[in-house]
């Protein structure tokens, strides 16, 4: 009930910046996460984590040498974070991920996880963010995200060399999820 009012109040106070009133469900959060190997995933960042759902998750499945960054730009969405996942480190721009990966001496990331609301952006911070993602994505790596719609599509599959769809009910709203490898187009 605390992640739904903390969503409902930075909904209302800045839907550009967020995508619903109300977190993730545990469905959505099982399905961005059922592609990614853990076994071999060094380097992981979540973008826009919001209070944190997808969080819960791939803290349980990571391994204990596993680089994890979360990337939230929201104030109080990163001091509900920092409380519930101290260990975590979080930082505030997607746009920087190089740079984050340069201050934590690491090389790339295997797999991004994004809960952005990319619908809402406009195209130049959107396309800011993908250019920074396929930047800094190994190749073959993986990038999750999901929408509410299949606005993001097009765009993606121009981006990445495969582009999976899926759809899931169990989310309000119902959410597609676009699960996207790099690689060569």
């Known amino acids: 009930m605390v992640d739904f009012l ?3 109040r930075r909904f209302i106070a800045e839907p550009g910046r967020v995508g619903s009133v109300i977190p993730s469900s545990r469905f959505l959060s099982e399905r961005m996460l059922e592609h990614v190997d853990w076994a071999s995933t060094d ?11 997808f969080t819960h998750v791939i803290n349980q499945k990571i391994r204990p040498d596993t680089h994890y960054v979360l990337v939230e730009r929201d104030s109080q969405f990163r001091s509900m974070l920092h409380s519930r996942f101290p260990e975590i480190p979080i ?13 934590l001496k690491l090389e790339q990331a295997d797999v991004i996880v994004s809960g952005l609301p990319f619908a809402n952006f406009p195209q130049e911070l959107r396309a800011d963010i993908l250019n920074e993602v396929q930047s800094v994505l190994k190749p073959g790596g993986l990038f999750i995200t999901f929408q509410y719609s299949l606005q993001l599509q ?3 599959q121009a981006r990445f060399s495969r582009v999976e769809t899926s759809f899931t009910l169990l989310n309000i709203p119902p959410a597609f999820i676009y699960t996207c490898r790099n690689g060569q187009k």
């Open 154 to 156: 097009a765009e993606l």
């Open 91 to 103: 930082m505030e721009e997607a746009t920087r991920l190089r740079d984050y990966l340069e201050e």
């Open 6 to 8: 903390v969503f409902l």
């Open 43 to 53: 380097v992981i960042f979540e973008l826009g984590p919001g209070t944190g759902a």
